[in-house]
């Protein structure tokens, strides 16, 4: 999942702090927007981030 967009920053609303994370180091796209690791839907909802599994179409890096 490679595109050419700069990458984003996390654009969670941190209530408490009263600002946007912009942390910027593993940030992916969920349906809610760029997420870093800590403000991911699953991280938030205290679940486990779905990890690949069997099934999981994954396109693995392999030395051929
Ligand atoms: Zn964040």
């Not at 910027?24 to 927007?33: E, I, N, S």
């Amino acid at each position: 999942m490679n595109d050419d967009k700069p990458r984003p920053d996390c654009t969670h609303w941190i209530g408490t702090e009263h600002r946007h994370c912009r942390e910027g180091d593993g940030v992916r796209q969920y349906l809610t927007g760029p997420r870093c690791p800590a403000h991911t839907p699953a991280a938030l909802a205290s679940r486990p981030e779905p990890q690949p599994g069997p099934g999981w179409p994954i396109h693995r890096q392999e030395a051929t």
